[in-house]
């Protein structure tokens, strides 16, 4: 596609519940990159890929996080046992490569009630 | 903490005027990436400028990067209603990851 396409737009989960998120990146982009932001904050880092190798992923909150993109192309993040804390938007970023621009997606408003 | 820090935190101007927006890191790096964020929605992409860069020009906006200062600042000329949004700074330096600062709110008022 175009850009960054980010799915579901809005999720609201009831604490417990799993969520899944997806991304879908610049086509040929090798680097994907997941972010977090709350209100009036920047984007805070969560993990990166290059290709479908997971570089670091010293952002995630703890071990109900997890990302993966076995294909090397489409991305999800995953939150189990989700948390109100966990209600943040989620955004996906990729870049063709390392040290180049970085493009954003729309996000995934994430609610948990 | 590895955060940008942007500076001022809120500014305010009329349209037709200048806004400078200045960005402080604390770690050498690879580049600087500016974005513009409307009400909360998306990130979008201004400028990147490499730590061999001094300064660049993208219509009406203007960067400059002093790795020896360790500080970067973004100029809008003749600013417009349209340009009211959070701008933030982005560095990566030796990882890959983008770190971000906080941000600042511009308004420019009618």
């Known amino acids: 596609g175009a850009g960054v396409s980010q799915s579901p737009r809005y999720k609201v989960t009831k604490r417990g519940q799993d969520v899944a998120l997806r991304c879908d990146p610049i086509?040929?982009?090798?680097?994907l990159y997941w972010y977090r932001q709350a209100l009036g904050q920047g984007p805070e880092f969560l993990t990166y890929?290059?290709?479908?190798?997971?570089?670091?992923k010293s952002g995630l909150p703890n071990d109900r996080f997890s990302a993966e993109r076995p294909e090397g192309s489409i991305s999800t993040l995953t939150i189990q046992r989700t948390e109100q804390r966990d209600s943040a938007m989620y955004r996906c970023?990729?870049?063709?490569?390392?040290?180049?621009?970085?493009?954003f997606g729309e996000g995934s408003w994430l609610t948990v009630v | 903490s590895q955060q940008g820090e942007e500076d001022p935190q809120a500014l305010s101007i009329q349209e037709g005027e200048n806004a400078t927006m200045n960005c402080s890191y604390k770690?050498?790096?690879?580049?600087l990436q500016w974005y513009r964020q409307n009400s909360g929605r998306g990130l979008v992409h201004l400028i990147l400028?490499?730590?061999?860069?001094r300064e660049k020009h993208s219509g009406r906006l203007r960067v400059t990067l002093d790795t020896s200062k360790k500080s970067s600042s973004l100029l809008i000329t003749a600013s417009r209603a349209a340009d009211t949004a959070s701008y933030f700074c982005?560095?990566?330096?030796?990882?890959?990851?983008?770190?971000f600062g906080k941000g600042m709110k511009l308004t420019v008022n009618p």
């Open positions: 970023a990729s870049s063709i490569s390392n040290g180049n621009t970085i493009y």
């Open positions: 086509s040929g982009h090798v680097s």
């Open positions: 890929f290059n290709y479908e190798a997971q570089q670091d």
């Open positions: 770690t050498s790096i690879n580049n």
């Open positions: 400028i490499r730590s061999n860069e």
């Open positions: 982005a560095y990566q330096g030796g990882s890959e990851k983008l770190v």
